[in-house]
């Protein structure tokens, strides 16, 4: 085990002996042992002894000591302000956080100040912006092998149903499916891409890529009763809105485990999934909050927002593996001679908002089958490019939409500010605005989404009379509430107010009775309200003023009615801050009930934008309608999407395949564009079925269950596998999964060794894929034989 993690074993040896204040620090390194702990001491998150080694390590901070009756220990801190930009250096380095805050004011307690873990910060749960750097889904994966009830431990452990749950803590998508094929688990986990999973008992080793972190989770986590119990909490009847107990225990362990990360649970609690979720607080409820406003009451573990689940059967969907999406460059581009090329989504992402790019993300990500939903889009889509005024006018107001997922998530959590809330409300400000534009678009697509567009007015009018226009960064120093909003407010400003008038005409009233012109009224945080008079006029002041504080040539003086005004302005003050505070609490709470109306209202507005971009790209660079549902592939004049934007002049290409004529063999010389055409066809059919128009004159398509691709040379040294190894195991997977439905790309098979051999698996392959599959196939090659 990491010595960073779990409890120090120099405080192991001496754990009864250790103050208060370490002991705490202890406990908490025991109780989350898979975590490295930053313990709040004041303004900084602190690590001792082993975990302040690697702290000061990874942060580039100084390694100091903190010494106590019971000796010395190494300590390491990072300033609170900053924390964020420091844990991204520890996952950086494959480490989960558990951040130790103060939950009482140091100021109100005698004794040791109660900490508690308030969030564990993993890969696959972030939340905060700072952290997940982009827009884009942030997922994290739970994997499960069903078979018998994990917990009977001797039962059979080959398991052939595999439940797949993955979870954005950030938004709330949730997704859930089912799947008997290995093969199908590590296409799925190639199509979300998780950045972190955790795996129950007996689920299978290998489908992960390198960069997510895998984690075994607690076995009781996966047993059918408790998950079954925790999926019923959050989305009602589990057999009603999931297929099957595999399904079942995967989402229930990752609810379990996006509770933990929340903190404030035990951890072997919430790691089992033992924890009755109705035992915590519901909707919108305030962690940080006690009943005395001190951050000490309970925490809220329960996850509101997450409302929405999607069961979803991957045969729904063009299947786009790892390899493929890395292939066509469709998320991430390939350095190649140092430069990095463009990919799919830069070219075609015109989005407005955050919300739109991860809506374009997850079609381009999972291309519809469903030839009905297909023209659904195309339809919403030429509604737009038909009407480019209204397109125009709508992604102007859609810039103008937080990311409303994000935020709703922040509320429901209690970790929204003030300016959280005037951005929700400047966006459903726009709401009415986007309905009256879309009226103007002749598509009923359009106009089924226009009618269900919920503007949430009560939401709106409640932040509108609650909260400034401009409110103060920090929730606890007043400035976030309009006083007219609470009665008891509105006196105690007034109140503030009236005294600091008071103070402010002081000035003037003591200088004319004094008959001193170079007195002064000001303030310090330490002294307060004091009246400062220099030393040639000391003999002029009145015997009423009593000395505060001497200064090198002046003195500074309070009189018992400014004394008596200041405790004034002082208790309406804080009175006043910490009652906005609890306003902006109740405030919070009633926009987090709304947190089911203000998701859906997002993810209307997020197909709305996703609509605009593509109708956007299309009649800027000249897209075509394509007719989807063909049964031949006909394309006029197609151009790869990402190629004619970087290339001065791009030459058109014809592609044609029907049911006699469905296997090309490409020839040529190098750099003559083989590999270009061959991605050209695979991409159009992509954004065909993902609901965009395609880059050519015409095109006719018929529906495409899956693209192949074998592109390129590569190896996986890693993994002990050679060039040729790797492209075996892909021909291996094209030649035992294509169907007559399937698009192959193949790319100058069989390199990896002699040419004879090369030739014999190029042959055999391509006429495998002609002979018994009858899958539409692209070969480049340089076996000009095998025209033959």
Known sequence: MDAALGPPAKMADREDELTPMMAQYFELCRAYDDSLVLFQVGDFYEAFCEAAERVARLCEVTLTKREDNTGEYPMAGVPIDNAESYIDRLLDAGYRVAVADQVEDPDQTTGVVERRVTRVVTPGTLTEDELLGSPDNNFVACLTAEGADPANAGDDAGAETYGLALLDVSTGDFYATSTGRRETVRDELGRFGPAEAIVGPDAPAGVFADDCMVSPYERRAFEAGPARDRVAAYFGDPDRVLADDAQVRACGALLAYAEYTRGGLAPEDARSGLVDPDEVHGPGADPEEGEDGTGAGDHEARLDYINHLTRYDPREYMLLDRVALESLEIFEARAVHGH?????????????????????????????????????????????????????????????????????????????????????????????????????????????????????????????????????????????????????????????????????????????????????????????????????????????????????????????????????????????????????????????????????????????????????????????????????????????????????????????????????????????????????????????????????????????????????????????????????????????????????????????????????????????????????????????????
């Open 340 to 788: 990095e090329s463009r990919t799919l989504v830069e070219v075609v992402d015109e989005t407005a908002s955050a919300l739109g790019r991860r809506k374009l993300d997850d079609w381009l990500r999972r291309p519809l089958l469903d030839e009905e939903r297909i023209a659904a889009r195309h339809d919403a889509v030429e509604g737009l490019v038909a009407a480019p005024a209204v397109r125009e006018e709508l992604a102007d107001l859609l810039s103008s939409v937080y990311d409303l997922e994000r935020l709703v998530s922040r509320v429901s959590r209690g970790r929204a500010t003030a300016r959280d809330l005037r951005s929700l409300h400047d966006t459903l400000a726009v709401v009415p605005d986007v309905t009256a534009t879309l009226a103007d678009a002749d598509s009923d697509r359009l106009a089924a989404l226009r009618e269900r567009l919920d503007p949430l007015e009560d939401g709106r009018e409640l932040i509108d009379e609650a909260v400034r226009e401009e409110p103060a960064a920090e929730l606890t120093e007043g400035g976030i509430l309009k006083p007219e909003h609470d009665a008891e407010l509105a006196d105690l400003r007034a109140t503030e107010h009236d005294g600091k008038s008071w103070v402010d005409d002081l000035e003037a009233r003591e200088r004319e009775r004094t008959g001193i012109d170079s007195l002064k009224v000001g303030h310090n945080t330490v002294h307060g309200y004091y009246i400062e008079v220099t030393d040639p006029n000391l003999d002029s002041v009145p015997d009423s003023y009593q000395r505060r504080q001497t200064l090198k040539n002046s003195e500074r003086f309070v009189t018992p009615e400014l004394k008596e005004r200041e405790d004034e302005i002082i208790r309406a003050e804080r009175r006043a801050d910490d009652l906005e505070y609890e306003l902006f609490c109740e405030v919070r709470r009633s926009i987090a009930a709304e947190s089911e109306r203000i998701q859906t209202l997002a993810d209307r507005l997020a197909r709305l934008d996703a609509f605009v971009s593509f109708a956007s790209v299309a009649a800027k660079f000249d897209y075509a309608r394509p007719d989807v549902g063909a049964d031949e592939f006909d394309v006029v004049d197609g151009r790869h999407p990402v190629v004619e934007r970087t290339e001065e002049r791009f030459v058109p290409n014809d592609a044609r395949f029907d049911a006699e004529a469905f296997v090309a063999v490409i020839t040529g010389p190098n750099m003559s564009g083989k590999s270009t055409y061959m991605r050209q066809v695979a991409l159009i059919s992509v954004l065909a079925q993902a609901g965009s128009f395609v880059p050519a004159a015409e095109a006719r398509l018929p529906v495409v269950d899956r693209v192949f691709t074998r592109v390129g040379a590569s190896d996986d040294i890693a993994g002990g596998r050679s060039t040729f190894m790797v492209e075996m195991t892909e021909l291996a997977t094209i030649c035992r999964h294509a169907t007559e439905d399937s698009l192959v790309l193949l790319d100058e098979v069989g390199r990896g060794t002699s040419t004879a051999d090369g030739f014999a698996i190029a042959r055999a392959v391509t006429e495998h894929l002609h002979d018994e599959v009858g899958a539409t196939t692209l070969f480049a090659t340089h076996h000009h034989d095998l025209t033959a």
